[in-house]
């Protein structure tokens, strides 16, 4: 908003200008916080202070001068700029960077820096700003809420509006992700502050089931080690699916949650293995492998294996697929990929998925198992790694070079090294090492 104001004497007029979260002084501040800035009229004179004593030093009993020590005279700010955050935390020591200036240079003062809630003071500081500098304020365990932000120094005094929130971080563990239905579910509350202290006080818990159905609300009281253990029993005949556990401290917005399943567990009848003979290929390779089931008394498993090959290209596209008489194990051979799509996690290579499927001969029970194969073009990987990133002419360049299969296991090979470079004409030479 602008506007003017009449001096003391009705005789003078100062212009002000007051810049808020959409002002240029938000972006300057680097944004997400609370910007503040008053220009005044040119006419406000800096107040002259009392003279600059001399200091002197005694030696020996006599006594010389040495330095004259300025003394911190405040100055009338014609225009000011203060930066705060737009949130405080309750409990923490919070910053508010200022600027003062005097017409093109800057200015001395003191500077009181106050919280206030209903116009009452909850928080105060001060501090001298030598032109620029900071305030720190410690805010007290205040209840979240709306506050003002008064900052005031000779011949200026501006308010704005900041948040308090409670500093509390929570987090909810519980002693397993999944259950089954008629267990237990034993849940930890743990509240820390930002300085990871802990903090005592209460909490709201509340559980949805997987329809989103509010089944659980409890108050808990977290101790002084910040800690809070209550139990969850779940019914015969829960609804089975993924959990919402949520907790939020008293008074605040600081919040956490936590999945879990709840889900029938059935021990299965028999493992499936898939043994390959590496754990990668090249794309003009074809894939074998060995699928094995047995039972956990280690009988091995009669019926029928399914193999679905999978490539990675953005997406999973099927390419391969095949079905066997299962007695026990069965040894495959898949279609060379010829291509996949290259990903920075596999350094490079592509992935194919194996899918594989053994039905129990007689009921048709099913058992299932997953492998990846990482898909590359070349057997051998070579690194080069410099000594440093720049080097001087005339100086030695060391390299480290490394030759490794894709599984990272070492590898002897012949590795020939060119070197492009240009020399003191520019003109581009090749040095090649063996």
Same mark, same amino acid.
């Given at each position: 908003m602008a506007g003017t104001e009449n001096a003391a004497n009705g005789a003078r007029m100062s212009r002000r200008t007051f810049l808020t979260g959409s002002g240029a002084a938000l972006i300057l501040a680097a944004g997400g916080g609370l910007a503040l800035a008053r220009q005044f009229g040119a006419d406000d004179d800096p107040q002259a202070g009392p003279g600059t004593p001399e200091v002197t030093a005694t030696v020996n009993g006599q006594s010389s001068p040495t330095m004259t020590a300025a003394p911190r005279v405040d100055q009338a700010a014609d225009g000011y700029l203060a930066v705060a955050p737009r949130t405080f935390r309750a409990g923490q020591a919070e910053a508010i960077s200022l600027a003062l200036f005097k017409g093109d240079k800057p200015a001395n003062s003191t500077v009181t820096v106050a919280l206030l809630k209903d116009g009452k003071a909850v928080a105060q500081a001060a501090d001298w700003v030598p032109g620029r500098g900071s305030v720190a304020l410690s805010v007290p365990k205040l209840a979240a809420g709306d506050y003002q932000l008064k900052i005031?120094?000779?011949?200026?005094?501006?308010?704005?509006?900041? !948040?308090?929130?409670?500093?509390?971080?929570?987090?909810?563990?519980?002693?397993?992700?999944?259950?089954?239905?008629?267990? !237990?579910?034993?849940?930890?509350?743990?509240?820390?502050?930002?300085?990871?202290?802990? %903090?005592?006080?209460?909490?709201? %818990?509340?559980a949805l089931d997987a329809k989103g159905i509010k089944v659980f609300k409890k108050t808990v009281t977290a101790d002084d080690f910040g800690m809070a253990s209550f139990d969850l029993p779940l019914s015969d005949e829960p609804n089975l699916g993924v959990w919402k556990l949520s907790a939020t401290m008293a008074g605040g917005k600081q919040t956490a949650q936590r999945d879990v399943r709840v889900e029938k567990y059935v021990l299965p009848k028999y493992d499936v293995t898939v043994t390959l003979p590496k754990e990668w290929a090249l794309a003009s390779e074809t894939l074998t492998g060995t699928v094995s089931a047995e039972y956990s008394f280690g009988k091995p498993v009669k019926g029928e294996v399914e193999i679905v090959a999978q490539r990675y290209v953005g997406t999973w596209q099927e390419y391969a697929r095949i079905t066997k008489p299962l007695d026990g194990s069965f040894s495959f051979e898949l279609p060379a990929v010829r291509y996949v799509t290259g990903t920075p996690a596999n350094g490079g290579g592509g992935g194919v998925r194996l899918d594989v499927t053994v039905r129990e001969e007689?009921?048709?029970?099913?058992?299932?198992?997953?492998?990846?194969? !990482?898909?590359?073009?070349?057997? %051998?990987?070579?690194?080069?790694?410099?000594?440093?990133?720049?080097?001087?002419?005339?100086?030695?360049?060391?390299?480290?070079?490394?030759?490794? !299969?894709?599984?990272h296991q070492p590898v002897d090979a012949s590795v020939a090294l060119a070197v492009n470079y240009q020399d003191a004409k520019y003109q581009t030479r090749t040095e090649t090492r063996q």
């Open positions: 005031s120094g000779k011949g200026f005094s501006d308010t704005g509006a900041i !948040t308090v929130e409670d500093n509390a971080i929570l987090f909810l563990e519980t002693d397993k992700p999944i259950y089954k239905p008629g267990q !237990t579910m034993r849940i930890r509350l743990l509240a820390l502050d930002a300085a990871l202290r802990p %903090v005592s006080g209460d909490a709201t %818990v509340a007689g009921t048709g029970y099913e058992e299932q198992n997953s492998t990846l194969v !990482t898909i590359v073009a070349s057997p %051998v990987g070579v690194r080069v790694v410099p000594e440093t990133a720049s080097f001087k002419p005339g100086l030695p360049l060391a390299l480290l070079v490394t030759t490794e !299969t894709p599984d």
